[in-house]
């Protein structure tokens, strides 16, 4: 029933942790630091040279389905890309953090592939360690400050991130409605989104 | 103080991620509730880790554009991350919080037998069942046997069994050929994984085989 792991983990359950990082690891705890700071795209590709052949490798044993192993290193390494400010440098190696971005990835996957839901339980069974837990205070807190910088915003900014994130609209249909270009309507989404994440971060 | 501790092969599958929803669950709430294992849990993901990216005989692979696709998108960097709430559940007039791994069933349906509750977390996998089962103060379930394993994860309050005496935060697991009859002085709130119906095995209580199948 229980599929049980043939890698030997007894040597470094027996062996005191081991902080120092070797200098690959640390290289790769460089990479991800740049990514984190400043969406440095030469760490990035670095770093997707170093795991996409092996997260596909890994895919490929566990789903034997070049599809699937393919889907599994490009939503890897798009939460690396898009997460890597939330992974904690003080708190160990930035592969074994890599990892786990994989290991529920690939978690979810194999639950949609047998139920066919798209549940996305991994996130609840591996939590964000150290985040703070939402409370309805903070909550709405949060949404009456978020609403009043948005607020704030000039007009035509304003206008699309109401259309879009209150009123649900897709980019293309507000493109239609306004008759701009698609290309417009993301550029001014950019801007008030930069905007927005300058004052949330003010406080 | 937790006794009753995953064995480290279960640790490993769950860290692997190979171990079903339904078990995984158990696992995710008691390492939650045990610092030992959530510990443990670190080294293993750890070598796991190292086991994986350790692979240097590669195929050589096309991935086409996905690179430059990734580093197109947009990044939205929130310096606070913000876990969803944990669910609170009512039942036989108490509130309980459940654990993390239960953040999904904000919508429990509790329904009575005697002195037990029960709500259905999963029964969408092979042979499985999992439940939370609530069990009211001078609580008895009859002597019964399982079919294949129960494991059972105490949440809240205490229970005695002919093996011992259980605490929040034991995972107890049990084998097809052990009989135990639970007893809970104050009552009790437990997540169950069963993989075959239990089995009344003692006088009267063979009439209750269909109690066997509701907890089930």
Partial sequence: MIKLVTHSTDYILNTPNNTQLDQEQQQINDWLRLVATKQDKKAFSMLFKFFAPKIRNHGLKKFSQESTAMELVQETMMLVWRKAHQFDDSKGKASTWIYTIMRNYSFDMLRKMQTNKEDLVSEDLWPLLDAEEESEEQDHLQSKQLLSYINELPELQKQVVEEIYINEKTQQELADQLSLPLGTIKSRLRLAMVKLRTKMEEE | ?216
């Fill in chain 2, 1 to 216: 103080m937790i006794k009753f501790h995953p064995t480290k092969e279960m640790l490993k599958a769950f860290s692997a991620g190979e171990l079903p929803l339904s078990l995984s669950i158990a696992m995710s709430a008691h390492i939650e509730l045990c610092d030992d294992c959530a510990e443990q849990v670190k080294l293993i993901e750890s070598s796991l880790s190292d086991d994986t990216w350790e692979s240097n005989l590669l195929e050589e692979a096309d991935f086409g554009d996905m690179l430059q696709s990734i580093m197109n998108e947009e990044v939205i960097a929130s310096s606070t991350y913000v876990n969803k709430a944990k669910v609170k559940t009512k039942v036989a007039d108490q509130e309980y919080t459940l654990p993390t791994a239960f953040r999904q069933f904000n919508d429990l349906k509790w329904s009575g037998f005697g002195a037990v509750s029960r709500a259905r977390i999963i029964n969408d996998e092979n042979n499985v069942r999992a439940s939370l089962l609530h069990i009211d103060k001078n609580g008895q379930i009859p002597q019964h046997q399982h079919k294949g394993y129960e494991l059972t994860l105490l949440l809240e309050g205490t229970f005695t069994d002919e093996l011992g005496c259980y605490e929040k935060g034991d995972f107890i697991w049990l084998e097809g050929d052990v009989d135990h009859s639970p007893y809970t002085k104050d009552g009790c709130l437990c997540y169950a994984v069963q993989d075959a119906p239990l089995h009344f095995i003692k006088g009267m209580s063979k009439v209750l085989n269909p109690l066997g199948n509701f907890i089930y």
